[in-house]
């Protein structure tokens, strides 16, 4: 990401990463955490992560190193995987109390010690406990781009001093910005298109009306339904449309679309919770719904859902028995669910609103990403 994103993000108290590096080697990565937490990994000379040190807020106002492992590996092979020879963790409380853990791989790569060893009995483990000052562990909280706070850990890795290490920034291109709703409309206007994968076909269909009676759509996986994308809308029922992508390899729902109002909007924005920032997210990146079960779903906010129906009366149908949507009626006057399968699967997909000229939600859209937005061949 771009310097000024990240420090969009430090600002705001999110999460993001620092590469510092010398002559193209790695050096380190600083990973910035919430609650004012920070990470750093280093790197020793052959670009091999061998040191992972965690600092959170200590009483003095500075970072204190709470916890601090270094691996040691015996070959190349051995460290893509994970698999470390000799793994040794430092970890310091509030008051300078030090506890080192040393922990030697089996035959097999794994710790030496059984989880049943540590849970039924003394461990094994060499364990070494003493007191030191607790300044020895503490360092600055840094200000966005003070990354010289960081220097007497790259030290600690047989760099440079900490003294003569000088860290610079080095500039990336801003890129675009967040996802844009460009060529919305023709994710389902029928007719032939392009995708990545060839040449398809846009076929929309009727997927049913869906009842709103508390003025608020939510957008949602049906079986994780806690925290869904919420837009505010008039109540009463209204047309779900799905946009079926016709391939070589089958039919997927490539967007889905709830109708508010019969009128061509003229603006599309992007539905976002309250605590969302578009300008914290970087090039291309976007909000959106998350599906965990390969289903999504428009509903009234305020409607419930009974997970023991969820397999019988919406999974099965849209698995076992090859269907695109399904209904999950509520007892009149109540809402209603209509759930409809997510292009091909898991994932985050950006949930867009149609806005009128005069600002009204025209229309609410799910973009699978199954074919470009802006049309292209």
Not at 118 to 145: H, K, M, N, Q, T
Not at 245 to 272: I, K, N, S
Not at 288 to 313: I, K, P, S, Y
Request: with cysteine; glycine share 10%; aromatic share 8%.
């Amino acid at each position: 990401m771009s310097r000024a994103l990240a420090a969009r993000k430090h600002a705001a108290g999110r999460d993001y990463a620092v590469l510092l590096s010398a002559r193209e080697r790695p050096l380190a990565l600083v990973e910035r955490w919430p609650r004012r937490m920070w990470r750093v990994y280093l790197f020793d000379d052959r670009s091999w992560r061998t040191r992972m040190i965690d600092l959170k807020p200590h009483g003095t106002g500075m970072l204190l190193a709470q916890r601090n492992t270094r691996w040691q590996f015996s070959g190349e092979q051995q460290h893509s995987y994970g698999k470390w020879d000799v793994q040794e963790t430092t970890t310091v409380s509030a008051d300078g109390q030090v506890e080192v853990r040393s922990e030697f791989a089996g035959p097999r790569g794994t710790p030496a010690e059984s989880l049943h060893d540590r849970a039924s009995g003394p461990s094994s483990i060499p364990v070494r406990r003493f007191a030191a000052p607790v300044e020895d562990f503490l360092c600055p909280v840094p200000e966005f781009g003070d990354w010289q706070v960081f220097a007497p850990l790259l030290a600690q890795q047989g760099h440079e001093p900490g003294t003569t290490v000088v860290l610079n920034d080095v500039s990336v291109d801003e890129g675009s910005g967040p996802l844009r709703a460009t060529g919305i409309e023709q994710l389902l206007s029928p007719g032939p298109c392009g995708t990545p994968n060839g040449p398809a076909v846009v076929e929309p269909v009727d997927a049913g009306l869906l009842r709103i009676t508390s003025g608020q759509l939510a957008v949602s996986d049906p079986g994780w339904t806690g925290n869904p994308r919420i837009v505010a809308v008039p109540a009463g029922e209204f047309p779900v449309t799905l946009s079926l992508l016709r391939t070589a390899r089958g039919v997927d729902v490539a967007a889905a679309r709830v109708t508010f109002l019969d009128v061509p909007p003229r603006e599309w924005e992007m539905a976002l919770r309250p605590d969302e920032d578009l300008e914290l997210l970087g090039d291309g990146r976007f909000y959106g719904v998350g599906v965990d079960t390969g289903t999504a779903a428009f509903m009234d906010a305020a409607r419930t859902v009974n997970e023991d129906q969820l397999d019988e009366d919406v999974f099965l149908p849209l698995d076992g028995d090859g269907r695109l949507s399904v209904e999950l009626p509520g007892p009149e006057p109540q809402p209603n669910l209509i759930a409809f399968r997510a292009g091909q699967g898991d994932g985050t997909y950006p949930v867009w609103i149609g806005r009128t000229d005069d600002g009204q939600v025209g229309c609410v859209v799910v973009d699978f990403q199954l074919r470009s937005a802006d049309g292209a061949q």
